[in-house]
C-alpha cells in the first residue's frame, strides 16, 4: 500500500534518481512514479534510456488494465524524466537506486563517482543481486548510507526487496530505506549478514538443486517436478510463506510440526550430496526436455503470458488481502 | 477439469472405496464424490467415520460458495455412504483409497485384509505421505495393483498428487490411476523410483531446512523468510512451478540460465552443511518468533482464514486457466 504521507516526509518534495536504464532500473522508475514521485533516469548508455521509456509506457498500459494504478499512464509517464548526465540524475534528489551492469568494477566506479556528487544526506540502493556491498562500497564517505535493495523483476508487480547492509552502512540508512520501500508500496526483508546470494537466491538455489537432481536421477520429469509446485506446494507458499504454512500444518503449531517432520527432512538432507555440478550433459537433458513442452521461438510470447498472469495475481491480491 | 465420459469408462459405474475416514480419507471422498462416483467411507473406529460425515458437509458448502462445485452440495454428500465393515466398504468397487494411521504394520495389515476381499480388478491407492509401498504391499496378489497415491491436504483444492509404484507395481496399475485422477481433476505427477520424501517432500524439504538454517545464523527472521516466498519466489512458482520459471528468467531458455547461475547455486549449496539438527534450541526459537506473529489460541482461527484462501485461489485459477 503506498504511503503519500510517509513518502512526503522522507523525500520533502525531492525526485529519486534511476541510474542505469536496463530492464530492473525501468522497472524501479514505474515503482517510485507509481507512488507519485519525481523520477530522473539516467544510463551511460543513451541507447538503453531511449528504449526504456517506450517500455515503461507498454508496462503502465498493462497496470492500468488491470486496474493496479489509478492514473491515467501518461500521469505517471509525465513524472519521469530522462536525463543526459550522472550530475543531472543525482542533483537534489533523496534517494538513488543503481541498477548498473552487475560486475564489481562498474559499480565500484558508480560509487566513487556518486560519493563526489550526491547531497550529504541522499541514499543510495544497490539492485545487485548478489555482489555484497563490502565488495564496492567501503571506504567511501557516502559508504555510510549505501545499501543493497535487491528487487525481484518487475518490482512494481512483485513486491519482495531485499535490503542488505554492508558493515559500514549506517543503521539509520537501512532505517530510512526500509521506510521509503514500504512508502513505494514495496514488502521489505531484512537480511542482517551478507550471505551469497542474500535470503531469495539461496531458497531458490535449494529448491533448484533438488529439482535438477530429481531430474537428473529419473525420479521425475522436469514438467512434473514443476507440477509439483505450480499445482502442489507453490498454492500455500504464494499467500503465507513456508513458516506460516508448517505452523498451520501440524496440530500445534511450528514446534509441534519440527518435532514429526524434522527427522524426515533431516534424512532426505543427508541423502544429497553437493558435489554434483549442473554439467553439460545434464543441462542438455533438461533443455531438451523443456524445448518439448515449448520451442525456442515461442519463449517471448510465454514471457508475455506469465507477465500478463502476474498482473492477475497482483490485481487479486490487491483486491482480497489488505495487507497489500 | 473433470472427464465424466472417462470416468465412466474407467469404473463402469461402479462405486469407489474410502477406507480410513479422518481428515485425508475425507478429503478425497469429496473429490470422487464432486466428479459424480458414488463414495462408500469405512473406518475401523466408527467415531471418525461419524465426523467425517458433517466436515464433508462443512466443506462442500465452501465450494459451494466459492462456485467451486455447481450441484448442491446436499447432491454431492448423497452419493456418500458411511459403511461399518471393509467388507461392505470395497464389495464390487473399482478403486481404492487408503488414508489408515501412518504406520508400516498399519498399512500391511489392511493390504493382507484386502487381498482376500477385493476383486481381481480393482485398484488400491495409498495415501502414505512417507511410507514406500515395498515396505507394506509386496508379495500379495493383489501387489500389481497396488501404488502410492499421495495427495496434498486438501485434494479438493490442491490438484497435485503423486503416483509411485512400488517394484511388483503393474504399469497398467499406473496408468488406470493416472487416467482415474485426471478423470476427477487431480494434477498427476508419476514419482519413477521410491526416493525418501517423493518429490514434494524432498522439494519442501530442501527449503525448509535452508530457512531454518538461516534463521539459525541470524541472517533472516521467519517472517522474514515467508515474506521473502509470499510476497516473491512465489508468485511465479504457483503458476509456472520452477523450471517454467528459469526457462523464461534468461535470454535463451533454461539452458542459459543454467551457464549463467549454476555455478552460483553450486556455491551457495558447498557453503552449506546438512549436519545442524532442529534441536530443542532452535525450535523454540522458531516457535517463539511465530507465535508473536500469531498466538496458538489463533491458530485455528488463522487455519479456517488459510482455507478460504485456497478456496479464492482455486476459483481464480479455474476461472483464468483452461488447464484446471
Not at 549506517?170 to 514488502?187: C, I, K, P, S
Request: net charge negative.
Amino acid at each position: 500500500m503506498i504511503d503519500k504521507h510517509d513518502l512526503h516526509k522522507l523525500c520533502g518534495g525531492r525526485p529519486v534518481a534511476i541510474v542505469g536504464a536496463g530492464l530492473v532500473g525501468a522497472g524501479w522508475a514505474i515503482v517510485f512514479a507509481r507512488a507519485g514521485l519525481h523520477v530522473k533516469m539516467f544510463d551511460a548508455n543513451p541507447e538503453i534510456t531511449r528504449k526504456a521509456v517506450p517500455l515503461i509506457d507498454t508496462q503502465l498500459q498493462g497496470l492500468h488494465r488491470h486496474g493496479l494504478i489509478d492514473e491515467a499512464p501518461a500521469a505517471v509517464l509525465a513524472r519521469i524524466s530522462a536525463v543526459d548526465t550522472l550530475a543531472q540524475a543525482v542533483d537534489g534528489v533523496a534517494y538513488v537506486q543503481e541498477s548498473v551492469l552487475e560486475r564489481v568494477d562498474v559499480k565500484r566506479q558508480l560509487m566513487v563517482d556518486l560519493d563526489a556528487l550526491i547531497a550529504p544526506d541522499t541514499i543510495v540502493g544497490s539492485s545487485t543481486s548478489g555482489i555484497p556491498g563490502s565488495a564496492f562500497a567501503l571506504g567511501l564517505s557516502i559508504s555510510p548510507r549505501v545499501l543493497i535493495a535487491h528487487p525481484v523483476n518487475p518490482p512494481y508487480l512483485v513486491p519482495v526487496v531485499e535490503l542488505v547492509p554492508s558493515p559500514e552502512t549506517a543503521t539509520r540508512t537501512v532505517d530510512v530505506a526500509d521506510a521509503l520501500m514500504r512508502a513505494v508500496g514495496q514488502a521489505v526483508v531484512h537480511v542482517r549478514k551478507e550471505v551469497e546470494g542474500f535470503v531469495l537466491n539461496r531458497l531458490q538455489a535449494v529448491l533448484l538443486r533438488e529439482a535438477w537432481a530429481l531430474v537428473q536421477e529419473g525420479v521425475a520429469s522436469c514438467e512434473d517436478v514443476d507440477k509439483t509446485v505450480r499445482d502442489g506446494l507453490g498454492w500455500r507458499w504464494s499467500f503465507m510463506g513456508p513458516f506460516e504454512t508448517i505452523d498451520l500444518n501440524a496440530p500445534g503449531g511450528v514446534a509441534d510440526y519440527a518435532v514429526r517432520l524434522g527427522p524426515l527432512y533431516q534424512r532426505i538432507a543427508d541423502s544429497r550430496g553437493h558435489d554434483t555440478p549442473w554439467d553439460a550433459d545434464l543441462i542438455g537433458h533438461v533443455e531438451a526436455q523443456r524445448r518439448e513442452h515449448l520451442s525456442h521461438d515461442d519463449l517471448e510470447a510465454r514471457r508475455a503470458w506469465r507477465d500478463e498472469r502476474l498482473m492477475e495475481f497482483a490485481a487479486a491480491r490487491r483486491t482480497r488481502d489488505p495487507r497489500n
